[in-house]
């Protein structure tokens, strides 16, 4: 197959993976030598009888799947069949499967921020496969070796081989498909798969990252990897239990509940133990910034921004203020970055007065504007400090004289 060309468009040059219902090679378009990943869907397994309903179906969803265009997802450049071979043409993505960095790591677990920024781009992801119209889509076979991370530390989710459309109308599957360790129990004919499906499998994927315990040798058992990982945090530990529990209806119901709950894993496993901050909250109706409690002073005062919270998570980018006295440190967040520290430098501000100030961010998500309007409040505390060293000085003299 090396060397030969597909409808004298592609020219295959290597080979990329092989797999029981597929093999992925790297073809370069012959007009420009622009690379591309090539699918070769086997249908050897498939039941004679069923053939042409399941190529059928592959062109259906094949010309979903080419509309599809999100971050974390390969784009689709050409599909075809070719003697009742289906081929799709696919973005080449650089990089490295979870599945080849597990190999490397060699049983050892892999860093929780880490991790937990993989799983958020994959709730990303997986939502809005999940909000597709007409019909949702499930993926089913979400696993270490379909997830690519690029150079930058973004992932692709590559190989829909086994993808469906959820129908509500049906109770079960019409095939067993998966992988066993990362495919939900529904997986094996059990019931209907659906995005818990999903949730399941990312949740198996977490757990063999963060332990190094490769789920495919006890599948559906899962102990709480803070047993076998002590440096992680018991937040990512009970995010991951729940993603796997046997039961549909007692894992996350939706990818956006699970995204929200490792948002609050991150900011924790990324904030030094013991520290004390004040936290700078973002109102997510009117999206302004809250800095109601500023009082003038003569200290610099620092307020936690959670990157996460306003999306800018897993993105580069900068924060800037149009005020002097209110800047970010730093003022540069890249993909990986959590936490940033908004400083205040209360001496510029004037007890009574009233300031707009406003957050820039810009990123490679777009630009956002953050307002706020804030009341500079008296700083009673040195005031009061005056009076009650006052009065003490008082009552001293007042002592001193009556005992003479």
Same mark, same amino acid.
């Given at each position: %197959?090396?060397? !030969?060309? #597909?409808? !004298?468009?592609? $020219?295959?040059?290597?080979?990329?993976?092989?797999?029981?219902?597929?093999?992925?090679?790297?073809?370069?378009?012959?007009?420009?030598?622009?690379?591309?990943?090539?699918?070769?869907? *086997?249908?050897?397994? /498939?039941?004679?009888?069923?053939?042409?309903?399941?190529?059928?179906?592959?062109?259906?969803?094949?010309? /979903? @799947?080419?509309?599809?265009?999100?971050?974390?997802?390969? *784009?689709?450049?050409?599909?075809?069949?070719?003697? !009742?071979?289906?081929?799709?043409?696919?973005?080449?993505?650089?990089?490295?499967?979870?599945?080849?960095?597990?190999i490397e790591n060699n049983g050892r677990p892999m860093?929780?921020?880490?991790?937990? +920024?993989?799983?958020?781009?994959?709730?990303?992801?997986?939502?809005?496969?999940?909000?597709?119209?007409?019909?949702?889509?499930?993926?089913?076979?979400? $696993?270490?070796?379909?997830? /690519?991370?690029?150079?930058? +530390?973004?992932?692709?989710?590559?190989?829909?081989?086994?993808?469906?459309?959820?129908?509500?109308?049906?109770? !079960?599957? &019409?095939?067993?498909?998966?992988?066993?360790?990362?495919?939900?129990?529904?997986?094996?004919?059990?019931?209907?798969?659906?995005?818990?499906?999903?949730?399941?499998?990312?949740?198996? &994927?977490?757990?063999?990252?963060?332990?190094?315990?490769?789920?495919?040798?006890?599948?559906?058992?899962?102990?709480?990897?803070?047993? @076998?990982?002590?440096? #992680?945090?018991?937040? &990512?530990?009970?995010?991951?239990?729940?993603?796997? =529990?046997?039961?549909?209806?007692?894992?996350?119901?939706?990818?956006?509940? %699970?995204?929200?709950?490792?948002?609050?894993?991150?900011?924790?496993? =990324?904030?030094?133990?013991? =520290?004390?901050?004040?936290?700078? +909250?973002?109102?997510?109706?009117?999206?302004?910034?809250?800095?109601?409690?500023?009082?003038?002073?003569?200290?610099?005062? &620092?307020?936690?921004?959670?990157?996460?919270?306003?999306?800018?998570?897993?993105?580069?980018?900068? /924060?800037?203020?149009?005020?002097?006295?209110?800047?970010?440190?730093? *003022?540069?967040?890249?993909?990986?970055?959590?936490?940033? +520290?908004?400083?205040?430098?209360?001496?510029?501000?004037?007890?009574?007065?009233?300031?707009?100030?406003?957050? %820039? #961010?810009?990123?490679? =998500?777009?630009?956002?504007?953050?307002?706020?309007?804030?009341?500079?409040?008296?700083?009673?505390?040195?005031?009061?400090?005056?009076?009650?060293?006052?009065?003490?000085?008082?009552?001293?003299?007042?002592?001193?004289? @009556?005992?003479?």
């Amino acid at each position: %197959m090396i060397g !030969s060309k #597909i409808k !004298s468009r592609y $020219k295959i040059i290597g080979l990329l993976g092989d797999g029981g219902m597929s093999t992925v090679y790297k073809a370069e378009r012959i007009a420009d030598r622009h690379l591309f990943a090539i699918k070769e869907v *086997k249908n050897s397994f /498939i039941d004679a009888s069923e053939k042409t309903q399941v190529l059928n179906q592959f062109k259906m969803e094949a010309k /979903i @799947l080419s509309k599809l265009s999100h971050p974390n997802l390969p *784009k689709v450049e050409d599909f075809f069949v070719i003697k !009742s071979t289906p081929y799709l043409v696919m973005e080449y993505v650089s990089g490295k499967t979870i599945e080849d960095i597990l190999i490397e790591n060699n049983g050892r677990p892999m860093d929780e921020l880490t991790v937990l +920024n993989w799983a958020v781009q994959l709730c990303r992801v997986l939502y809005f496969l999940s909000i597709q119209n007409p019909r949702p889509i499930v993926f089913r076979d979400l $696993k270490p070796g379909n997830i /690519i991370v690029a150079k930058d +530390n973004r992932i692709k989710l590559i190989d829909f081989g086994i993808a469906r459309f959820f129908k509500k109308e049906k109770n !079960s599957d &019409t095939y067993i498909f998966g992988t066993p360790g990362y495919a939900a129990p529904e997986q094996y004919g059990l019931g209907q798969t659906d995005n818990r499906s999903d949730i399941y499998s990312l949740g198996a &994927t977490m757990h063999h990252c963060l332990t190094g315990k490769d789920p495919r040798g006890n599948p559906f058992e899962f102990v709480p990897p803070m047993a @076998l990982n002590t440096n #992680i945090t018991k937040k &990512t530990s009970d995010i991951v239990i729940k993603a796997v =529990a046997y039961e549909k209806e007692k894992r996350y119901q939706s990818t956006l509940e %699970m995204k929200d709950e490792i948002y609050k894993a991150l900011i924790e496993a =990324a904030r030094p133990r013991g =520290a004390k901050t004040r936290k700078l +909250n973002i109102n997510e109706a009117t999206r302004q910034f809250d800095l109601k409690n500023v009082s003038r002073g003569s200290k610099m005062k &620092t307020f936690e921004l959670a990157l996460p919270y306003i999306g800018c998570y897993t993105h580069k980018g900068t /924060i800037s203020f149009n005020q002097p006295w209110i800047s970010a440190e730093p *003022k540069e967040f890249n993909e990986k970055t959590i936490l940033t +520290n908004i400083k205040v430098d209360t001496s510029q501000l004037k007890s009574g007065r009233v300031y707009e100030p406003v957050m %820039m #961010i810009k990123s490679s =998500a777009g630009v956002m504007h953050l307002p706020a309007k804030i009341k500079a409040k008296r700083a009673y505390l040195l005031p009061l400090g005056i009076l009650f060293l006052g009065s003490l000085s008082a009552l001293l003299f007042y002592l001193i004289k @009556l005992s003479n």
